[in-house]
T-cell receptor, first 112, second 115 residues
Framework: DTEVTQTPKHLVMGMTNKKSLKCEQH?????MYWYKQKAKKPPELMFVYSYEKLSINESVPSRFSPECPNSSLLNLHLHALQPEDSALYLC???????????FGQGTRLTVV | GENVEQHPSTLSVQEGDSAVIKCTYSDSASNYFPWYKQELGKRPQLIID?????GEKKDQRIAVTLNKTAKHFSLHITETQPEDSAVYFC??????????????FGKGTKLSVKP
């Protein structure tokens, strides 16, 4: 398996909802990332896990909460989001931090 | 910290022509430079990369060159085809500092190949 798989592909949620985004890879990569991408902009780093430990939190609001249950899985828990949080959320993995990164197909999130 | 500048922001070429996208970086400690292609509504896809100990790398119609002294690197696409139309992002990974080990992206170039 040479892919990064994200679910769901699309998500519409209200501002009071709680939802989770999931990401999975079976390439043995030890670094996993969450990115946020707005239209016509580059991906913006949110979180980095290296060897299942959170190594960077790029000052992301607490309404986004990452979790790395094991070396193959990465979750992003969402709570009390704002309409401006609507974006494409991309998961990526790399053999280790600082090496080539491969992206999942993303979750298109709309907050209403 | 690292800063990556990318030019041009849009590029339109005729099918069969060549396309060149240029990036500069600020941190001389950066040592890995990937290029991603993102088609509309799809994921960024790694198309080619180069490390700081190499000056040029080629893969079929795509090539990347790196000038460490000038701190710039370029993507060259020859014999462009309509399916090359996409947004291309350059990136750099610094070797130390606050962004160590993380992709720092340029703002992207929207390439349109006209048939």
């Amino acid at each position: 398996d040479t892919e990064v798989t994200q679910t769901p592909k699309h998500l519409v949620m209200g501002m009071t909802n709680k939802k989770s985004l999931k990401c999975e890879q079976h390439m043995g990569h030890r670094a996993m990332y969450w990115y946020k991408q707005k239209a016509k902009k580059p991906p913006e780093l949110m979180f980095v896990y290296s060897y299942e430990k959170l190594s960077i939190n790029e000052s992301v609001p607490s309404r986004f909460s990452p979790e790395c249950p094991n070396s193959s899985l990465l979750n992003l828990h969402l709570h009390a989001l704002q309409p401006e949080d609507s974006a494409l959320y991309l998961c990526a993995s790399s053999p280790r931090q600082g090496t080539e990164a491969f992206f999942g197909q993303g979750t298109r999130l709309t907050v209403v | 910290g690292e800063n990556v500048e990318q030019h041009p922001s849009t590029l339109s070429v005729q099918e069969g022509d060549s396309a060149v996208i240029k990036c500069t970086y600020s941190d001389s400690a950066s040592n890995y430079f990937p290029w991603y292609k993102q088609e509309l509504g799809k994921r960024p896809q790694l198309i080619i990369d180069i490390r700081s100990n190499v000056g040029e790398k080629k893969d079929q119609r795509i090539a990347v060159t790196l000038n460490k002294t000038a701190k710039h690197f370029s993507l060259h696409i020859t014999e462009t085809q309509p399916e090359d139309s996409a947004v291309y992002f350059c990136a750099a990974i610094p070797n130390y500092g606050g962004s160590q080990g993380n992709l720092i992206f340029g703002k992207g170039t929207k390439l349109s190949v006209k048939p």
